[in-house]
């Protein structure tokens, strides 16, 4: 089912973005849900609404079937309520982590129960991290430090340079450890992209730090900014609710970094772009990205599944971005695929004969392993294209204009 095909409202789903605050919502429901039910299952709120609810209502549901039509894209940009929906993410965020620090401190929760209210936070901070991920792509010096502050609860700061500036560089390619290759599980993934970002990000901030003359501890260091607000609100919760919360603290943000990585391994698992002559990679187009246009997980993570048309244009903010029919679908929404990506033989049953369908069952197209000797992403010099993957054609949908 298609619910807004054809609609000429300049955005059909204006009102529904507000929707997109279920989220932080769950941090602070759980212990009135539990005080006026008396169901403790309640505590569990933040897994069953992502892992249970939002799936079955975006099969219920179905998808959206709406684009932003290109004499609307300026409006749509700069109207600000937009903007508004995603900056009053973070201080329902940080109420709802507050409220847990008192409960994870107290006697009256049983074990059980503060596992449960760690987990629904720590599916808040995930979810964080994609308000993080929204506003972090913006110019504006304001939003950028909110993304920031929106990664503190996860302690996943070094993603506002990473995402920026690595993955986005080097996604679909056997480069970026956040893309995932082709029959490598879920499990094999998270170590190497966790690790791998974050030896990343450090490289590429160290250099432009030194490009500015700048050494690694300068105050200008994004890393060191971004840490520093994890380090203050740790610190802060330690102090004020005891060390009782040292350990439900780090189990949500572990939580919350899983699920951005799971994320990740699910947006371009076995998608590879191809290579010039003289070795580097083309342009990232929407055939490198899985998308999906389910209607409920968009509004619930902010068109965080338009993820093709976001890396062919990133500067594009959320409510512009579109579904292209060039990028490969994904058969159900992330929430689903999320829960799929945990079970690998399942995984690669539901998605690796999409992958070879996506390439014309080519398997030197797909992204396999590591094959490049050298930074391809640099003008370096020529080097010559492997011989077993480098089509004569160009894919289609390249080159398409971006605002």
């Not at 409920?296 to 093709?308: C, E, G, K």
Request: hydrophobic share 40%; aromatic share 10%.
């Amino acid at each position: 089912m298609t619910v807004f095909k054809n609609t000429q409202a300049r955005d059909p789903k204006r009102y529904l973005w507000i929707f997109g605050l279920i989220a932080p919502g769950c941090a602070l429901l759980p212990s009135q849900l539990v005080a006026h039910t008396g169901l403790e299952l309640f505590w569990w709120i933040g897994p069953i609404i992502v892992f249970v609810v939002i799936p079955l209502l975006d099969w219920a549901v179905g998808d959206d079937g709406s684009n932003p039509r290109d004499e609307d894209y300026e409006v749509l940009s700069n109207d600000r309520y937009y903007r508004w929906c995603t900056y009053l993410f973070l201080p329902m965020q940080f109420v709802g982590l507050l409220i847990a620090g008192y409960l994870w401190s107290r006697t009256e929760l049983s074990l059980v129960d503060k596992l449960g209210l760690a987990v629904t936070l720590g599916v808040v901070s995930g979810i964080g991290i994609n308000a993080a991920h929204e506003l972090g792509h913006r110019v504006e010096h304001m939003e950028r430090w909110f993304a920031k502050v929106a990664l503190a609860q996860s302690g996943y700061g070094h993603f506002f340079v990473e995402h920026n500036r690595g993955h986005h560089v080097r996604v679909a390619t056997p480069e970026d450890p956040a893309s995932a290759r082709f029959g490598e599980s879920l499990w094999e993934f998270l170590p190497r992209s966790m690790v791998g970002g974050f030896r990343s990000a450090l490289a590429l901030e160290q250099e432009r730090l030194s490009r500015r003359g700048k050494g690694f501890f300068s105050l200008e260091n994004h890393l060191l900014q971004a840490w520093s607000m994890s380090i203050a609100l740790f610190g802060t919760m330690i102090v004020v609710f005891g060390p009782l919360v040292i350990p439900f603290l780090a189990l949500q943000a572990l939580i919350g970094a899983g699920l951005l990585e799971t994320v990740n391994y699910v947006e371009h698992y076995g998608l590879l772009r191809r290579r010039r002559s003289n070795g580097n990679y083309v342009r990232c187009t929407p055939r490198d990205s899985w998308n999906s246009d389910r209607l409920v997980t968009n509004i619930f993570l902010f068109h965080l599944q338009r993820h093709s048309d976001h890396h062919a244009n990133p500067g594009r903010r959320y409510q512009t971005l579109r579904s292209s029919m060039q990028a490969p679908q994904l058969p159900a929404g992330y929430a689903t695929m999320v829960v799929l990506a945990a079970v690998p033989p399942l995984w690669r049953a539901v998605m690796d004969h999409r992958v070879m369908d996506h390439y014309g069952g080519d398997l030197t197209l797909v992204n396999r392993k590591l094959r490049a000797k050298r930074n391809p992403f640099s003008n370096a010099g020529p080097m010559p294209p492997p011989a077993d993957r480098t089509p004569a054609r160009t894919p289609e949908g390249a080159g398409e204009g971006s605002h």
